[in-house]
Structure formats: C-alpha cells, structure tokens
C-alpha cells in the first residue's frame, strides 16, 4: 500500500521526544516534507534533522501555550512550504511526579492544561485557518491512555488528554469537513487521535526501572508488554494518509496493547 504522502507537508509538534521523532522518520520514509517543532531542546531538533538526512525540513521554536508564538510559526512555514497537509498535535507537558488531586497546586493544574489543552488549540487554530484557505488538510491529535482510563495522581494531565480524545478531536472532525468538503477528487478535511499507552520514553524510565510498576502496567493488557515510539508512528503515518485512510476520521485509537483499565489496588490490598 502506498501512503502518497511524498512531497506533503507535515508540521510535527514536540517533534524533539521521542515519539515526535520516531514520527518524523516514518514520515520521512514516506517522503514527506516536515516542520519539526521544539520548545527548548534545540539539541534534539537537531539531531533528529541529521537523521533526517536529504529529507527536506526546517526547525521551528515556540512555546505553544503563548498565542504571540503560534502564529508566527506558522507565517515562517508558509513562507517555507507554501501550505501545510497534516499538522500532528503531539507537544505536551507531564509532572512525574504523583500528586493528588488534594494536594495539586493551581499553578500546576494550569501549567499542564496550557502546555496540552491550550497548545492544542492554539495549534489546531492556525491549522485551520490555513486549512480554510486551501480547502485540504488533515490532523491528528496524540492523546493518552490517561485521557481513557484516567490516571491517579494525575488528574491534570488526564483531563487534558481526555479533552483532546473526545471533545476536541470529534468536534473540529465536523468542523475541518465543513472547512474541506470532500470533492470527487478529495476525501476530504479529517481530524483523528491516537492514545499511546505506557511507552519506552526518556520521561518514563525512571519508572519503568521498576519491575512491580511493569508488571502493574502490564496486568492488563492482552499484550503484556511496553510500547515503543515506533509503535505510533506507523499508525500516525497511515492515518495522515489520505489515500490509506480517507474516510477515517473522528476515531480515537488506543495504542496500547490491548489494555483494558489499570489495577486499582495491589494484589495484597484486595
């Protein structure tokens, strides 16, 4: 199957983490023109351009929870590309740390809900301005498993992730078709999401150092183990797709090995 996604332009939020990058490969592959996205990892943006190789790209600094710094963004993509294709909504922010809900500031309640709420409609907004004058383009939203089966101890960011699953991603579907209404020629305009599970990523080792927090992650899964970044990147790549996926759209994928909930108590304590 091929993607036909050669030549279009792909504009990767966070694409310095892990699976922003492992994304920008996989679309690179596939010959796409891509806008790599940082906040304040330049190394990594440009270390991930090398690897990129003669794919064509340019880095983008911004922090996406300010509006002054989104628009901008964009003008220097136009000004690069000439339009945008997919606009992949992957920056966010995460405290490791666990803190109930009785005991969360409301300094980081609003730090998490402007670095993944706020950055997603900042993002998503741009996008669709540009999306209304071009009459294509596709997003898509990368949640969490958090946002489905909650996260205790983490009730900022899973409400965030959850709002980004279902609310945004199935109201700005019916917008983005309105926007780009399918053609005879064009599938129209589609906004999807995907939420990764627990993921091989830099901000999870220290936790996944833990044996008994794998085996609690793992307890119910139908596929008992951890994800990799690779592991999304093949399905934002077939989602991205037009003509692999033209008539998906609204559709909330978990990624996560079939998982179920999470254990809510140790077997001990049962």
């Known amino acids: 199957m091929r993607s036909e996604l050669a030549e279009k332009v792909v504009v990767i939020t966070g694409a310095s983490g892990a699976i922003g990058s492992a994304m920008a490969l996989r679309f690179a592959e596939e010959g796409a023109r891509l806008v790599l996205h940082y906040r304040s990892n330049r190394a990594n943006a440009e270390a991930l351009q090398r690897k990129l190789k003669s794919t064509e790209s340019i880095i983008v600094a911004a922090d996406l929870s300010k509006e002054v710094q989104v628009r901008p963004m964009f003008v ?5 590309f000439g339009r945008v294709d997919t606009l992949v909504v992957n920056a966010g922010s995460w405290e490791s740390r666990d803190t109930p809900v009785d005991q969360m500031s ?24 540009i999306v ?20 205790a101890g983490h009730a900022d960011y899973a409400s965030a992730k959850s709002a980004m699953a279902f609310g945004l991603t199935r109201s700005l579907k019916n917008e983005i078709a309105r926007i780009a209404p399918p053609t005879k020629t064009y599938c129209g305009g589609r906004v999807n999401c995907i939420c990764p599970g627990w993921t091989i990523v830099p901000r999870t080792a220290e ?52 998982m179920e909930g999470r254990l809510l108590w140790p077997g001990d304590k049962i």
């Open 106 to 129: 409301l300094r980081q309640w609003q730090h998490t809900l402007d670095n993944v709420l706020t950055s997603a409609f900042l993002s998503l907004r741009g996008f669709f301005q």
């Open 76 to 80: 220097r993509v136009l000004k690069q």
């Open 207 to 258: 936790r996944l150092k833990d044996a008994k927090v794998i085996r609690r992650v793992t307890a119910t899964m139908a596929l008992p183990k951890l994800a990799k970044p690779d592991d999304m990147a093949g399905a934002a790549v077939f989602l991205s797709s037009d003509s692999l996926a033209g008539h998906i759209t609204g559709q909330t994928l978990v990624i996560a090995g079939g």
């Open 132 to 151: 209304a004058r071009q009459k294509r383009g596709n997003a898509l939203l990368i949640g969490s498993t958090a946002g489905v089966f909650g996260e």
